[in-house]
């Protein structure tokens, strides 16, 4: 993959006759370019405080094709997908590229201020997608204060053209993290597993996306049964669990190289593997006669190590950020509560409290919050509390959602919804910490038990 920072002074430069040659040319608006894009259902009803942006499509110094990609057409998708990923935020009321008109090349750095205004714009994006060098793209994206008339943000990237939406995700980024002041969260991936065929004999595909739902794939085949994913701290490797006949393996899959290495093995019910900050442990629970404990072993696989030993179920596990501590569910209370320990197993606490169920805990990068999911009275939501327990809030109010996992600012969650009946059709859905804005992801099957990884180097 080829996404590499540039100035846009530099870019600028290297395209400067094309744009003086538009200057005086009547913008004109590109084809019409069939959507493509991934859309979300949503839930609840968003603050109607939300920043309005007006987002016309990138401009081009002449129109080119690249690797079979019009520089026109693809300023209008790389606006669609900066609009939407930043509508998905739930802080912004982006408008556009449909429905407004084109810029000139020459407007990308000399904004018509006054046309935005009167659109009630409080910012305006503006970019170009130029063809560079050697097949390559470059793309620019600026970011602008309609009423002051300065300038936010600057971003360019030269990239392989097959890597134009991971561009839009970075310029989405940008912008919002210069409104926000949060970390960005748009250029990530998700892991889930893909679920088809009857509810007593599904399908379960390992499978990667964008956090948009875009660049969709299968990973897996389906002849083996795929559990648990998570991607790995370095983006590079996802770690999960597969069902065989009666084999039970823990693979590190290889996401660049195609290729997977095992990394333990067992006759006995295997689940939930975790990976250690650094990358270099892994934590995955174990069924042996009746009795379900955490274990921790090298990624390179070799000999575990047992941290609970208590009658019952101790199941899951997740590392805090900085890998001191570990949270984890057990019923040795008599029912599934969540628990902390140190990453040697000592000092294991109860946490949670209050009415119902606990379980399928998962630290914040943040390191503020345990996401996790309440049961109780027939319905499973989800919820958060700080590592000590306190604050409890419960985000969702649906018949079963669980398997929280967070973004990689730690301000969204993802986690999988069941729809009640015989089928039992799963999706994946996320919810910021406000629990107003909730939105389906789309996905081309059913999906469950989804780990979203880091924001892309």
């Not at 959602?401 to 059709?425: C, L, M, Y």
Request: hydrophobic share 35%; aromatic share 8%.
């Amino acid at each position: 993959m080829f996404l590499r920072p540039i100035s846009l002074s530099l870019a600028l430069l290297l395209t400067a006759a094309p744009v003086l040659a538009q200057t005086t040319a009547a913008p004109v608006a590109p084809p019409a370019v069939t959507p493509t894009e991934p859309r979300e259902t949503i839930e609840g009803t968003l603050s109607q405080d939300r920043t309005i942006i007006a987002i016309p499509a990138l401009a081009t110094a002449s129109v080119q094709t690249v690797a079979g990609l019009r520089t026109d057409s693809l300023g209008r998708q790389i606006a669609e997908v900066i609009a939407a990923d930043l509508e998905r935020s739930g802080l912004y009321d982006p408008f556009g590229p449909s429905g407004i008109r084109a810029i000139t090349r020459a407007e990308v750095q000399a904004p018509r201020f006054a046309d935005w205004q009167a659109r009630n714009a409080e910012n305006v994006v503006h970019g170009f997608v130029d063809a560079g060098s050697n097949g390559s793209l470059v793309v620019g994206c600026y970011l602008y204060d309609t009423a002051l008339g300065s300038e936010l943000v600057r971003k360019g990237f030269e990239i392989q053209p097959g890597d134009w939406r991971r561009a839009a995700h970075k310029c989405a980024d940008a912008i919002y993290s210069r409104l926000s002041g949060e970390a960005p969260f748009f250029d990530s991936r998700v892991a889930y597993i893909a679920e088809s065929g009857p509810k007593g004999n599904r399908i379960k595909r390992l499978a990667i996306m964008d956090s948009d739902g875009g660049n969709h794939r299968f990973i897996t085949n389906g002849q083996a049964l795929a559990i648990s994913p998570r991607f790995s701290p370095d983006y590079k490797k996802i770690v999960y669990v597969s069902y065989l006949n009666n084999r039970v393996r823990v693979f590190i899959y290889d996401v660049a190289a195609g290729s997977q290495k095992l990394v333990t093995e067992s006759a006995n019910a295997t689940f939930a593997p975790r990976w250690s900050p650094d990358g270099t442990q892994i934590l995955y629970s174990m069924a042996v006669n009746g009795n379900t404990d955490i274990y921790r072993i090298s990624a390179n696989g070799g000999t575990p190590v047992r941290l609970t030993s208590t009658p019952g179920i101790d199941v899951g596990g997740s590392f805090s950020p900085d890998g001191k501590k570990i949270v984890f569910e057990s019923d040795r209370s008599g029912g599934q509560q969540i628990y902390t320990m140190n990453i040697d197993g000592s000092n294991q606490q109860r946490i949670s409290f209050g009415g119902g169920r606990a379980a399928t805990p998962e630290w914040s990068p943040r390191g503020d919050l345990i996401a996790f999911t309440r049961m109780g009275g027939g319905e499973f939501r989800i919820g958060v509390m700080t590592p000590s327990g306190g604050g409890v809030r419960m985000l969702t109010n649906s018949w079963q959602d669980e398997a929280p996992t967070w973004s990689p600012n730690g301000r969204v969650i993802q986690f999988f919804r069941t729809t009640p009946g015989r089928e039992g059709k799963s999706s994946l859905w996320q919810v910021d910490l406000t629990g107003v804005n909730l939105r389906r992801l789309p996905t081309p099957q059913d999906g469950s038990d989804p780990s979203w990884g880091p924001v892309l180097p």
